[in-house]
C-alpha cells in the first residue's frame, strides 16, 4: 500500500493501480468524458487532470500509475479552470439545441456544463458541421454532438471486435464515421448499441420506433401487441428510482396496459419456447453427428457478426429464431388464428434491451406473405420515454399479470437476460429430453457472472458436454479462431454480443457500470432462486402451445414458424 | 593492391564491391606499426587519395544536396561534364552534399592537382565555361570565388581568402556538419577516410553498453531535437530495462517549418548518422533500428539507402559486427506527412501503422515503446553527435558550451537575411552573432525585428535580446526555446501578428486531434487572430464586439491548452502568441484598436488608394481587380471604393506608373 | 478535350504489390499504402478495400489511418503535381500569395485535381529548401524564389509543355 495525500487527507492506494481509481475509491468525484472501465487509458478528454506535486502540467489521473507517496489536488484552481475550459471549448463546437436531443437531461456534457457553471459563450466561433447518418436500422448517428472521446471506436474495435468505425482525417476536422465515411448500413456494423450505452452525448442514438407504436396505437383498425425482453423487467426500474436489478415485471405490465396495448406478453416465454427448440436440435446433432459446436442464435448482432466475419461458421448456428421473431411468428399465427383476427390488423411491438433487433426485425427473413413478424422495437430507453410521456411512473403502477397465451413464463427463459442464461436452461431442458429425468441442481455457477469466456462440463447420463459461454464479440472472435485452429472439445456455445449479455445490452439505461450489470444479473439469478418452476419444459403454456398447434419440438411448423436460415454477407468492415 | 583498389573505385557499386571495403578499416583499426612499410605505404597512398590530399587530376566537386539542386545544380553538372567531353579533359565530377551556404548556390569546388581546392558560388549552367576555361589553366575568377579550403601541404591561391576566415564560416564549430559538402556520401570509404567508423569499433571491442551510456552521460550530450532530455540517461532507463527486444528509432521526421538540418546532414554525410544510429544501438541493446523519415525528402532517402546497403557490405550492420557477436539491422520508415509524429509515442504509433495520434506517459517508451518493448528515439542530429563524441571523450565534447548546454547547435537560417543555410555553432554563442555575422544581416537595409526560434513550438526573440546564448536554459527565459533548430529570420516588413497566425494556422492544421484543449483551443486561437486581422468589410452584426470579447479570454484559453495537453504539441501551442504578444504588444494593440497593421502585411486591415498625380487610366488594375473595387474609364482617373476592397494587392503589384498607394 | 497519355510505362497492378508483402502484419500499412499511391497517384476506393483484406484489418481502420497523413490523395493525381511549400521561411518571404494566385490560376483548391486532370495542388509542410523560399515543386522539379507572378508563368510553360508532348505523341 503507498499513501497518497488527496486534497489535504491521507488515502491508502494500491500501487501500480492509475489515480483515477484511487480517487474513485476515496469518493473524490473528478469527471471523465473518455474514460472507460477495463480498457488502457486514452487519455484524451483530460477532464480528470489534477495537480501533482513536484509535476509541471496537469496530470490526467486515468493514466497516472500511483506508485509512491505523493500529494494530489483534485480541485485546484488550475485544475477546475482547466476543466470549465474545456468544456466551454466543447460546447463551443457543439449545435445549441438541447432541448431537441434525445439526451437531454440524461447527458453527460449537459451535466458538465452544469456542474462547472458554464453560463457563458466566451469561445464564440465556427462550428463543425456535418451529416447526420440515418442509414442503419438501428443507430442514429449525428456526428456535429460528438465530441471525439473515442469510447465508440474503442467499443467497437477492443471489446465487440467489429471495429467498423475509426477517427477520420486529423484535428478539428477529425470526425468519427466509418470507412469513405459511408453509412453505418454498409458497413461492418452489427448493430449491437454498445456505442450508444457509452457516447457521452447524444452523438449516437437508437434509431427511435416511437412515432410508429405511437400511431399504431391510435389506429383503431390495430390490434397492438406488446412483448417484453427477459431483461427489460430487472433494469427499466433504474429510471424511476428504482433500486438496481428490482424485477417490476408486473408494474410493467400494468403500465403497457395503460399505455393502450391490447396485449402485454412475456418474450421469456418464446425464451422457454427457444429452449425446447434449441435443446432439441442439440441433442439432435449430438445424437446423429451433426454440426458441432452448435451455437446458439438469439442475439442478433452476433449472427451478423457470424454472417460477415466468419461465414464459415454459418453452419454451427442454431437455425432457432431469437425469442423476440418465435414471439412475433406465433403472435401472427397461433394467436390470430386464436383470437380470429387478420394477422394485417395485429401491430406487433417488442421491448428489447437491444438495438440489433430493430435489424433483426427488419431481416426479410423474418417476414411471412410480406407480414412483418414484428412491426416495432422499442427499446428500454423508448419504453422509458413512452412511460414519461403518459406520466406513468412505474413506481406506482400496481403489479399485473401479463395475457394468456404467452403470458406464462419459467424463470429458465428468465435468465436468457443474463450472459449464461441459455446455457443454464437449455442444460436444465436437455438433461431432461436425454435421460427424462430433471437435473438434481438447477445451477450451474460456472456459467453466470460476469466473465467475458466461461466453461463448464455437464454430465448427461454418463455422457460429459462441453459448453462454452461467451459474452463480447472480442470474446467470441478468440474462441472462434482457437476452434478454426483446431480446438474440438466443445459441444455448445452461447455468445452474447454484449459482455455480460442483454442487462447490458446497447437498447439499456446509460451510466451503468459494471457493478449496475452485476446487480442486474442478480436480480434475475435472484427470481430463479426464488420461483418454483424453473424449466422451460415445464411451462405450461408452451406445452400447450405444442399440444394445440406446433406439435413437437423441430416438427413440421415449428420448422416453418420458428426457424430461420443465414446467409454470408459481405460488408466493408 | 594497390592497383586491385584503383580498379574498384570504377566498378559499379554492387554490395560485391563494397564487400572489399572493409579492408582499408581493418588496416587502420588493426594497424599496431608493425605492418611492412611498403604495404603500409599503399594504405597511406590510399587514405591521402580518399582524402584528396593528393591528386592526379582535377577534381569538381559539386554541391547537390536538395537545395542546390533547387538552384540548378543538375544543369550545372550536366554543363561540367559535357565540357569535359568536348574538351576531353579527364577530371572527375564528385556530387558532394551541402556545405550550408544555401544562398550562394549553386556551389562548385575546384581543385586541381597541388593547389587547394577553391569553392565558387552561384555557378549557374551559364557560368559553367567560363569557369572551367580559366580555373583549368589556373586562373581564379575572382568574381565566383568565394573562399579556399585550408589545407597543410597544398599550394593556396593568392588573393582567395580562406574558408576559415569567410564571415559565414569563420563563428562557426563544425563537428556533426564537418564533412558536409566536402566528401561525396555515396562513397563510404571516403567516411572511413575521414576517420569514420572508428569510433564504432573502439565501442564494441573495448566498452560495455553500460560504459556507452556513462560516456554519454558524461558529455553531458542532450537531445538535438527539441526536448533536450540527456540522452546518456535516456540511453541508460533503456539499457537497463530487461526484455527479449528492444528497438531505437531515429527521429528524421523533421517537420518544423523552417527547419532542414536533418535533411541535410543525411544527405550530406549519411554514414555519420549510422555510424552513431549502431553505437546507440550497442549502448541500449537494441537488434532492431528504424530511422523514420519524411517522405518529401527522396535524395536523403536514397543516400540513407545506398550508406545502409554500403555499411552492412562492411560487416559495420547486420550480422556480427566487426567480427563482434552484436547484430543490428536499420530500416528506413517513410513518414507520411504529419507533424504531430515528432512526438515519440506519436511515432511509434505510426510505424505501427496506426493514426499518428500520442499516448499518454507513463509508460515511457524506454521501458515500454514499440511494439510495446523498450525503445530509444533520437533525432538525427544528437545520434550525428555520437561518433566524435564517444571517439574524443567526454572531456573533450563537454569542454564546448555552457554549464548546462554542451556541444555545439546546428541552426537551419532563413528567412529576411543576406546569407541563409546550414549553421553549426558552439552553445553559448549569441543569437546576434548567428544572424549578424554567420547571417550577415538583414539585407536590403531593412531593420530587424525578431528571429523565430523553435518552430512552431518556440517563440520570437526581439532586437533587445539578440546577445542570450544559444542555451536550452536561456532560450527559455525569454519564452522561447532551442528546438530542432530552425532559424528565420524577420525584418520590419513581417507582421507579427501574422507570425503568429500562421504557426497557429499551422499547429491547428497539424494537431492530431486527439485531446480537446489541443483541438478544440488551437482552432479557437486561431479564430481570434483572424478576427484581429480582419477588415470591417466583412462584419456584420455583433462580429465587431466578439472580436473584442474573444480577445479578453486569450489568457484563459492559452493556459488551458499548455497546462492540459496531451503532448509536446499542445502544451507549446500557445507558445507563438504569448511570445509575440510578450514582445510586439503594440503590434496587437494597432491591430486591435486601430484596425491597422504596421507592417503593413495583413491584408485586410490595408487600404490602397491611387495616386492623381501617377494615374495614367491604363484600366489594368480596374481590369484585374478580383472583387471590381476600383472604378474608371479608360485614361481617365481611377478610384478605388474601400468597400468593396480586399486588400489583396492586386493592383499594387500591376500599376506600371506605380500610382497605387499602400497605406 | 485533351487525351492524356501515359508519359511512363505501365504501372505495377494492385496485387503484384501486395505480393511483395505476403504475411504483412499492420505495421506495414502505410508502406503500402505510400506504394499504391505511388504507382497509382492516388488510394482509391478497391484499393482500400484490398489492403484491409490483405492485412486483416477493417476497412475502417485503413480508411482511418489514410486520412491522418497528409500524404495521401483519394482524388487522381494531376498530370503535373504542384507542391506548394507553406514552410516558415516561405511564408515570411510571401508564399501565402504564392498559393492564392496558383489556386486562382488553377480553379481548385489544395488536395484538388483540376477539371482536365493537368494540375493537382497539394499544400506541404515543409520542403526544406528554406534557402530558396518561397519555393514549389512540380512533378519533383524545384522552382525557387517564386512570386504571384512568376508561378503563372511556370503553370503556362508546363501546359505547353504537355501540349507540345500531346502534339508529338499525335
Redesign the interface.
Known amino acids: 500500500m503507498v499513501t497518497i495525500e488527496i486534497n489535504g487527507r491521507p488515502f491508502e492506494a494500491e500501487p501500480g493501480e492509475m489515480l483515477l481509481q484511487t480517487l474513485r475509491r476515496a469518493g473524490v468525484q473528478v469527471p471523465t468524458l473518455c474514460h472507460l472501465e477495463g480498457l488502457l ?6 477532464m480528470c ?1 489534477v495537480e501533482i506535486e513536484g509535476q509541471r ?2 496530470i ?1 489521473s ?4 500511483v506508485t509512491q507517496p505523493t500529494k494530489v489536488r483534485t480541485h485546484s484552481a ?1 485544475a477546475v ?2 476543466r470549465r ?2 468544456v466551454e ?2 460546447v ?2 457543439h449545435p445549441d439545441d438541447c432541448l431537441y436531443c434525445t439526451r437531454n437531461q440524461d447527458c453527460q456534457l449537459q451535466d458538465l456544463v452544469q456542474q462547472l457553471g458554464v453560463r457563458q459563450r ?5 462550428k463543425s458541421r456535418h451529416i447526420m447518418d440515418m442509414s442503419s436500422p438501428s443507430i442514429v448517428r449525428e456526428p456535429s454532438k460528438c ?2 472521446c ?1 469510447k465508440c471506436v474503442r467499443v467497437c474495435e477492443e471489446v465487440q471486435g467489429v471495429g467498423c468505425i ?2 477520420i ?6 470526425k468519427i464515421g466509418t470507412a469513405f465515411d459511408d453509412g453505418l448500413n454498409v458497413s461492418g456494423c452489427i448493430n449491437c448499441g454498445q456505442c450508444v450505452v457509452v457516447c457521452p452525448t447524444g452523438a449516437l442514438a437508437e434509431r427511435s420506433h416511437i412515432p410508429e407504436v405511437l400511431a399504431a396505437l391510435r389506429d383503431p383498425r390495430k390490434r397492438v401487441v406488446v412483448q417484453h425482453a427477459p431483461a427489460v423487467s430487472v433494469t427499466v426500474g433504474e429510471a424511476f428510482g428504482l433500486p438496481v436489478g428490482a424485477d417490476v415485471a408486473g408494474a410493467m405490465t400494468g403500465a403497457l396496459r395503460r399505455l393502450g396495448f391490447d396485449r402485454v406478453f412475456d418474450t421469456s416465454f418464446t425464451a422457454d419456447l427457444t429452449i425446447m427448440e434449441e435443446a432439441s436440435e442439440l441433442v439432435h446433432r449430438l445424437q446423429n453427428g451433426g454440426r458441432l459446436p452448435m451455437l446458439t442464435s438469439c442475439s442478433p448482432g452476433w449472427i451478423k457478426f457470424v454472417e460477415t466475419s466468419y461465414p464459415e461458421s454459418i453452419g454451427n448456428l442454431s437455425t432457432c429464431k431469437s425469442p423476440q421473431q418465435m414471439m412475433g411468428a406465433v403472435i401472427k399465427s397461433y394467436f390470430a388464428n386464436r383470437e380470429q383476427i387478420d394477422p394485417h390488423d395485429i401491430y406487433s411491438v417488442s421491448i428489447m434491451p437491444c438495438t440489433a433487433k430493430k435489424f433483426e426485425a427488419a431481416r426479410p427473413e423474418m417476414m411471412r406473405h410480406g407480414v412483418a413478424d414484428i412491426d416495432a422495437v422499442l427499446t428500454t430507453r423508448e419504453l422509458v420515454q413512452l412511460l414519461h410521456m403518459h406520466g406513468l411512473d412505474l413506481a406506482e403502477v400496481p403489479a399485473e399479470n401479463a395475457d394468456t397465451p404467452f403470458g406464462e413464463r419459467t424463470t429458465a427463459g428468465k435468465l436468457f437476460g443474463a450472459s449464461g442464461g441459455v446455457m443454464e436452461a437449455a442444460i436444465r431442458t436437455a438433461h431432461w429430453m436425454v435421460t427424462g429425468r430433471e437435473l438434481e441442481a438447477f445451477t450451474v455457477d460456472a456459467v453466470r457472472g460476469m466473465d467475458g469466456v466461461k466453461q463448464a462440463s455437464v454430465n448427461v447420463d454418463g455422457l460429459t458436454l462441453n459448453v462454452a459461454v461467451v459474452s463480447g464479440l472480442g470474446n467470441a472472435c478468440r474462441l472462434l479462431d482457437q476452434i478454426r485452429d483446431g480446438r474440438s472439445d466443445l459441444h455448445f456455445i452461447e455468445v452474447m454480443t454484449c459482455p455480460g449479455g442483454c442487462v447490458a445490452g446497447g437498447g439499456q439505461p446509460f451510466g451503468a457500470d459494471v457493478d449496475a450489470v452485476r446487480r442486474r444479473m442478480q436480480g434475475l439469478y435472484e427470481l430463479d432462486r426464488q420461483e418454483s418452476v424453473r424449466t422451460s419444459h415445464n411451462n405450461a403454456s408452451v406445452k400447450r402451445l405444442y399440444d394445440e398447434f406446433l406439435g413437437q419440438p423441430l416438427s413440421h411448423t415449428s420448422h416453418e414458424l420458428l426457424h430461420t436460415h443465414y446467409v454470408p454477407r459481405d460488408a466493408l468492415a | 593492391m594497390t592497383t586491385k583498389l584503383l580498379d574498384r573505385r570504377t566498378a559499379p557499386a554492387t554490395a560485391a564491391a563494397f564487400a572489399t571495403y572493409p579492408e582499408l578499416l581493418s588496416w587502420l583499426l588493426d594497424d599496431d606499426g608493425s605492418q611492412d612499410q611498403a604495404v603500409r605505404q599503399q594504405w597511406e597512398d590510399r587514405i591521402a587519395e580518399l582524402r584528396r590530399d593528393r591528386l592526379v587530376r582535377p577534381a569538381i566537386f559539386v554541391g547537390a544536396g ?2 542546390g ?3 540548378g545544380a543538375q544543369e550545372t553538372l550536366d554543363v561540367i561534364r559535357a565540357y569535359l567531353d568536348l574538351h576531353e579533359v579527364k577530371a572527375d565530377v564528385i556530387k558532394v552534399g551541402c556545405i550550408g551556404l ?2 550562394a ?1 549553386p556551389l562548385v569546388d575546384i581543385q586541381i592537382p597541388g593547389r587547394t581546392r577553391v569553392m565558387f558560388q552561384q555557378v549557374t549552367k551559364d557560368k559553367v565555361n567560363g569557369l572551367l576555361d580559366a580555373v583549368l589553366v589556373g586562373q581564379i575568377p575572382d568574381k565566383l570565388a568565394l573562399a579556399q579550403h585550408r589545407h597543410a601541404t597544398l599550394k593556396p591561391w593568392d588573393d582567395v581568402p580562406f574558408l576559415d576566415e569567410h564571415p559565414f564560416f569563420a563563428p562557426q564549430t563544425r563537428w556533426v556538419l564537418a564533412n558536409c559538402g566536402l566528401i561525396d556520401p555515396a562513397q563510404i570509404d571516403e567516411y572511413i577516410a575521414h576517420g569514420g567508423y572508428q569510433a564504432l569499433a573502439k565501442m564494441v571491442r573495448q566498452y560495455t553498453p553500460a560504459q556507452v551510456c556513462e560516456l554519454v552521460e558524461a558529455s553531458g550530450l542532450r537531445g538535438r531535437g527539441g526536448g533536450g532530455f540527456p540522452t546518456g540517461t535516456k540511453w541508460k532507463f533503456a539499457c537497463m530495462a530487461k526484455s527479449d527486444g528492444k528497438y531505437l528509432i531515429c527521429n528524421a521526421d ?7 538540418m536533418d ?1 541535410a546532414v543525411i544527405e550530406s554525410d549519411p554514414h555519420r548518422l549510422v555510424e552513431g544510429m549502431v553505437i546507440a544501438a550497442y549502448a541500449i541493446g537494441a537488434t532492431k533500428a528504424y530511422i523514420y523519415i ?5 535524395l536523403a532517402i536514397k543516400r540513407l539507402q545506398v550508406a545502409l546497403a554500403q555499411a552492412e557490405a562492411n560487416r559495420l550492420l547486420g550480422e556480427n559486427i566487426l567480427g563482434t557477436d552484436f547484430n543490428l539491422q536499420i530500416a528506413i ?7 504531430v509524429c515528432g512526438e515519440e509515442t506519436a511515432l511509434i504509433h ?8 500520442p ?2 506517459r ?1 509508460p515511457f517508451p524506454a521501458l515500454k515503446g514499440l511494439f510495446g518493448k523498450p525503445t530509444i528515439i533520437n533525432n538525427v542530429e544528437t545520434l550525428a553527435n555520437v561518433p566524435m563524441l564517444v571517439d574524443r571523450g567526454a572531456e573533450w565534447f563537454s569542454s564546448l558550451g555552457t554549464p548546462t548546454s554542451k556541444g555545439t547547435k546546428v541552426f ?1 537560417l ?3 537575411v543576406a546569407r ?2 546550414l549553421v553549426e555553432v558552439a552553445m553559448g554563442t549569441t543569437v546576434r552573432q548567428i544572424v549578424f555575422n554567420v547571417g550577415g544581416g538583414i539585407p536590403d537595409g531593412r531593420q530587424y525585428k525578431a528571429v ?1 526560434i523553435g ?1 512552431p513550438s518556440g517563440g520570437c526573440i526581439p532586437e533587445q535580446h539578440l546577445d542570450i546564448d544559444i542555451d536550452y536554459e536561456s532560450l527559455k527565459t525569454v519564452g522561447a526555446m532551442m528546438g530542432s533548430g ?1 532559424l ?1 529570420v ?1 525584418d520590419e516588413d ?1 507582421c507579427m501578428v501574422d ?1 503568429a497566425m ?2 497557429m494556422d ?1 499547429i ?10 489541443c ?6 486561437m486561431l ?1 481570434i487572430l483572424q478576427r484581429i486581422t480582419r477588415g470591417r468589410q466583412r462584419e456584420k452584426g455583433i462580429d465587431a464586439l ?1 472580436r473584442f ?2 480577445v479578453l ?1 486569450l489568457q ?2 492559452a ?2 491548452i ?5 503532448c509536446g504539441l499542445g ?1 507549446t501551442a500557445p507558445n507563438p502568441v504569448l511570445s509575440t504578444l510578450r514582445f510586439f504588444r503594440d503590434e496587437y494593440e494597432s491591430h486591435i484598436y486601430e484596425r491597422h497593421c504596421p507592417a503593413g502585411v495583413c491584408a485586410e486591415l490595408l487600404t490602397f488608394t491611387i495616386d492623381p498625380d501617377r494615374c495614367k487610366g491604363c484600366t489594368l488594375c480596374a481590369k484585374k481587380c ?1 472583387t471590381d473595387a476600383i472604378v474608371g474609364s479608360p485614361k481617365q482617373l481611377h478610384y478605388i471604393v474601400a468597400d468593396k476592397c480586399i486588400g ?2 492586386t493592383c499594387l ?1 500591376v500599376c506600371k506608373p506605380g500610382a497605387v498607394l499602400k497605406n | 478535350m485533351i487525351v492524356v497519355l501515359p508519359e511512363t510505362t505501365p504501372e505495377p497492378d494492385l496485387e503484384s504489390i501486395l505480393a511483395e508483402y505476403p504475411l504483412a ?7 503500402l ?2 506504394e499504391v499511391q505511388e504507382h497509382h497517384g492516388y488510394l482509391s476506393r478497391p484499393a482500400i478495400v484490398r489492403i484491409g483484406q490483405h ?1 486483416d484489418l477493417p476497412t475502417s481502420k485503413i480508411y ?2 489514410a486520412t ?5 490523395r483519394f482524388q487522381p493525381q494531376g498530370r503535373y503535381h504542384v507542391q506548394v511549400c ?8 510571401g508564399s501565402a ?1 504564392v498559393f ?1 494566385a496558383i489556386k ?1 490560376e488553377l480553379k481548385i483548391d489544395a488536395g484538388q485535381t483540376s477539371r482536365d486532370r493537368m494540375f493537382s495542388l497539394e499544400v ?10 518561397p ?1 514549389i515543386c512540380i512533378n ?1 522539379v ?1 522552382h ?1 524564389s517564386v512570386t ?2 512568376s508561378v503563372i508563368k511556370i503553370l503556362d510553360s508546363y501546359r505547353k509543355k504537355a501540349a507540345k508532348h500531346d502534339d508529338q505523341a499525335a
Open positions: 487509458p486514452s487519455g484524451a478528454c483530460r487532470v502540467g496537469l490526467p486515468c493514466a497516472y500509475p488550475r479552470l482547466a475550459t474545456i471549448l466543447l463551443a463546437n466566451r469561445y464564440a466561433g465556427e465530441v471525439l473515442g475509426d477517427f482525417g486529423r484535428g478539428s476536422r477529425s | 536538395t537545395c539542386l533547387g538552384a544555401c544562398s548556390e523533421e517537420g518544423d517549418p523552417g527547419a532542414f535533411r519524411r517522405a518529401e525528402y527522396p520508415k517513410m513518414g507520411a506527412g504529419a507533424f505510426s510505424i505501427e501503422g496506426r493514426r499518428g495520434m499516448r499518454p507513463p537551419a532563413s528567412g529576411k541563409t543555410g523565430q518552430g530552425g528565420v524577420m513581417n507570425v500562421f504557426f499551422f491547428q492544421r497539424e494537431s492530431c486531434g486527439k485531446c480537446i484543449p483541438r478544440e483551443g488551437t482552432r479557437r479564430e466578439e470579447h474573444s479570454h484563459d484559453l493556459e488551458t499548455r497546462d492540459a495537453s496531451l502544451m478580383p489583396c494587392g503589384d | 502484419r499492420r505495421e506495414s500499412l502505410i508502406p499504402l505510400q492485412l482511418g489511418v491522418f497523413y497528409n500524404q495521401f507553406r514552410g516558415t521561411a516561405c511564408h515570411v518571404k500569395a492564392e486562382r506541404v509542410a515543409c520542403i526544406g529548401a528554406c534557402g530558396l523560399a519555393v519533383d524545384f525557387a504571384p507572378q
